[in-house]
Antibody
Framework: EVQLVESGGGLVQPGGSLRLSCAASGFTFSTNWMHWVRQAPGKGLVWVSRINSDGRSTNYADSVKGRFTISRDNAKNTVYLQMNSLSAEDTAVYYC??????????WGQGTLVIVSS | NFMLTQPHSVSESPGKTVTISCTGSSGSIASNYVQWYQQRPGSAPTTVIYEDNQRPSGVPDRFSGSIDRSSNSASLTISGLKAEDEADYYCQSYDATNRAVFGGGTQLTVL
C-alpha cells in the first residue's frame, strides 16, 4: 500500500523559508515521479511542482517558480520542497502525491504551512 | 493555460442521481485522462474515478465517469445518493506539457 507522510509544516513569517519533507513507502520510490499539490484554506487543489524519478527534471507552477525547489533522495525514499520568500498567499495544506495509476494520484495526509507575522 | 471548470456546488436528495460536470478550456478534453477525487473536510483527496471511467477497488458502482467530446467535458455521476457522499469533488487532467490541472471543485450537498 502506498504511504506518503509529509512533515515540516508550521508557522513562518513573511519572507521566511521552510522545507517540507515527504517520506514514501509501499512502492518503488526510485521509479516514480513525485509531486506537490497545495490547498489554501477553503480553496481548491493546485498543482505546485513535480520531479522525475532520478531528480534531473523538475517543473513548477508559475506562482512558485524561482522561490520553491523540489528535490529527492532516492536512498531515503524522500522528496523535499524548499520554500523561500514565503508570502501569505503560500498559506495552504501541502500534499505530497505520486501516480498510483497511469494518471491518478495517491496522496499523503498533508502538512499545513501558515505564513503570518 | 489549460483550465477545468466545475460548478461551485450541486445538491440533491438521498436516493437520487446527481451529475457534476468538468469542462475543458481548450483543446480536447479527451486528449488526456480525467480523474475525479472526493475530499471530505479535514481529509486528503481520494480517487473515485480514474482514466475517465475506471473505478478503484472499494469505490461503489454508484460512481461513474464519462467524457462528452461534443461539449469538451467530463462528468461524474453518482446514483442512489447517500449522506456519506456529501463532500467536495475535483476533476483533474493534464495540460499540453503533461502538468496536472485541477478543476475548482464542486461541493455536493445531500439534502
Amino acid at each position: 500500500e502506498v504511504q506518503l507522510v509529509e512533515s515540516g509544516g508550521g508557522l513562518v513569517q513573511p519572507g521566511g523559508s521552510l522545507r517540507l519533507s515527504c517520506a514514501a513507502s509501499g512502492f518503488t520510490f526510485s521509479t516514480n515521479w513525485m509531486h506537490w499539490v497545495r490547498q489554501a484554506p477553503g480553496k481548491g487543489l493546485v498543482w505546485v511542482s513535480r520531479i522525475n524519478s532520478d531528480g534531473r527534471s523538475t517543473n513548477y507552477a508559475d506562482s512558485v517558480k524561482g522561490r520553491f525547489t523540489i528535490s529527492r533522495d532516492n536512498a531515503k525514499n524522500t522528496v523535499y520542497l524548499q520554500m523561500n520568500s514565503l508570502s501569505a498567499e503560500d498559506t495552504a495544506v501541502y500534499y505530497c502525491a505520486t501516480l498510483c495509476t497511469s494518471a491518478s494520484f495517491c496522496w499523503g495526509q498533508g502538512t499545513l504551512v501558515i505564513v503570518s507575522s | 493555460n489549460f483550465m477545468l471548470t466545475q460548478p461551485h456546488s450541486v445538491s440533491e436528495s438521498p436516493g437520487k442521481t446527481v451529475t457534476i460536470s468538468c469542462t475543458g478550456s481548450s483543446g480536447s478534453i479527451a486528449s488526456n485522462y480525467v480523474q475525479w477525487y472526493q475530499q471530505r473536510p479535514g481529509s486528503a483527496p481520494t480517487t473515485v474515478i480514474y482514466e475517465d471511467n475506471q473505478r478503484p477497488s472499494g469505490v461503489p458502482d454508484r460512481f461513474s465517469g464519462s467524457i462528452d467530446r461534443s461539449s469538451n467535458s467530463a462528468s461524474l455521476t453518482i446514483s442512489g445518493l447517500k449522506a456519506e457522499d456529501e463532500a467536495d469533488y475535483y476533476c483533474q487532467s493534464y495540460d499540453a506539457t503533461n502538468r496536472a490541472v485541477f478543476g475548482g471543485g464542486t461541493q455536493l450537498t445531500v439534502l
